[in-house]
């Protein structure tokens, strides 16, 4: 057996160009599965990875969603969060208010949005996960501080906006006291386009009573379905209606993504098997030629009494040895791929996430490889094995 | 013992049937030299193939040794290839990509004998036929007496009965020649049987007994 090893090892390093072509096309259909594959992961588990932080948070609107737009139907009463409140299993509550408000920095005006909360309740939601890069957080006394999120630090304006720069809001006068981090994906639309004030200020300045947004961290996860069904009916007897409120848990959302990722990766996995095809096709042309190069050596081995099971055996080995280098160049090729990509992807878009390389999806390939290169090398294989001795000699 | 019965064989060319060998009859003793000689196209090597057991007849029989080669099958064929003959080509026919040790315990290899016997024996038959120094070279890098010379070490590696040469002087030079027909006569005083194929008169004269051919038939 050693020697056949041995006996096929040395026709491959003969032909060393085709070998390595041959290689190299299976290696590149094996990359595309593993890299696309581990991209595919790599962003689920960005996205679900950092909900699943959140996975204890219930957002409350009053409004309801028809198809993929929000309608807003009126505003929390000061009596909503008080009942809400009061609803076993809560651990945190904030209040929020939020509307847009011209705001002026040097020369430039520019709508923004506003939003207003309890300091202490809206540092926990945003300023852990986010971060801040200059500056501090609000306190309770900032009558006339702000936070801004990165964007209207950085696009909004003509200008740089750094801490103690100020900014005038629907007429008056605030001081940057932070600048939050860039937020990652999931945080960014609700933090990056935003300037933070404390509960009283957002009042004065947006000039309103009304709360626009609960949000609510339960103590149990598992409760949170529950909770956010005893939610929208408190508030929607406040306000003697059946859908005025909508109350979204993170778990809901999670699930949703995870139907988008298979579609996704499917898609993905779609494209790798085209790749495959086209890699097979090769394998199967080259161990053709290589067949067809070596009738004549065929010839001699039978005529010197070589079984067309020796013959076949001497081609399969052939092919599942250039099939296996070809699927651990791949695995290796796909896996650095998989980095390559992500991080340049997540660099275009804005995103940040590295690639999952999963070892089911490594042997998977070396699976798909094998299989590639021993079917693809069973029909010249035989082919070769069932050559008359004679005409295989006389071929030239 | 090698005996043919009505041995013929047929080649169909587009509509037309060619007989390469038209019913031939011969009987090959044992330990024989014997030289077939003809004109080319006159069914010399067809014989020799289908003697070989490297092709089927259309109608007779070849027996080996009793067995009629015609009632057997694929690895029938190839196990009387592997046992008891061994094939010389006019060509070399050596494998390239083996160097001479290698491609002298290949047919070995295919019977099964273990690897180290194999090597042995392979040295020693290299031995025999003058190029014990020369084990390690590729085909490529040695000459054509040389090459044939590995190509009888070859078909001794299983120790056979009946030694076939196509030809096996028909690439090298005369004096080259000579060394080959002496390393034939060498076995053939071992032993064993040697059938030669040639259109060369002076290499037939060396042997045992002489049959010409002519459009597919043995003349007396």
Known sequence: ?????????????????????????????????????????????????????????????????????????????????KDVQRISGIKDITAMTYDAAEVKYRNKRAPVFIIGGDTKELGSFYVEPVGIKEGRWLRENDFKGCVIGHRVANDFFDDIIHVNDKLIINGDKFIVVGVFEKASTLYASDVDPFIFLTLHASKEALQTDEVKYIMVRVYDIDEAEEIA????????????????????TMGSMIEQIGTVFNIIRGVLVGIAAIALVVASIGIMNTMLMSVMERTHEIGVMKA????????????????????????VVGCVLGAVAAKVISLSAGTALGIEFGAVVKPEVLLGGMAVAMVVGVLSGFYPARKASRMSPVEAVRYE | MIRTENLTKVYQMGDAEVYALHDVNLDIQDGEFIAIIGPSGSGKSTLLNLIGCLDKPTSGAVFIDGINTGKLNENGLAEIRRRKIGFIFQQFNLVHTLNALE????????????????????????????LGDRIYHKPSEMSGGQQQRVAIARALSNDPEVVIGDEPTGNVDTETGNTIMGLLEGLNKEGRTIIVVTHDAEIAARAGRTKRMRDGKVLD
């Open chain 1, 1 to 81: 057996m050693i020697d056949k090893f041995l006996l096929a090892y040395r026709s491959i390093r003969e032909k060393r160009t085709r070998s390595i072509l041959t290689v190299l096309g299976i290696a590149v259909g094996i990359a595309a599965i593993v890299s696309l594959m581990s991209v595919g992961y790599g962003m689920e588990e960005a996205i679900t990875g950092e909900l699943m932080g959140m996975a204890d948070m219930i957002s409350v609107m009053p409004g309801k969603i028809t198809g993929h737009t929000y309608v807003e139907l009126g505003s929390f009463t000061d009596r909503d969060v």
């Open chain 1, 229 to 248: 069904e005893e939610i929208k009916e408190v508030i929607n007897d406040n306000h003697g209606l059946d859908d005025f409120a909508i109350a979204m």
């Open chain 1, 304 to 327: 010197i009494g070589a079984k067309s099971s020796d013959v076949l055996s001497l081609f399969l080995i052939e092919s599942s040895m250039v099939s296996l280098v070809g699927g």
């Open chain 2, 103 to 130: 491609n002298v315990a290949l047919p070995m290899f295919f019977a099964g004998v273990k690897r180290e016997t194999r090597l042995k024996r392979a040295e020693e038959l290299l031995a025999k036929v003058g």
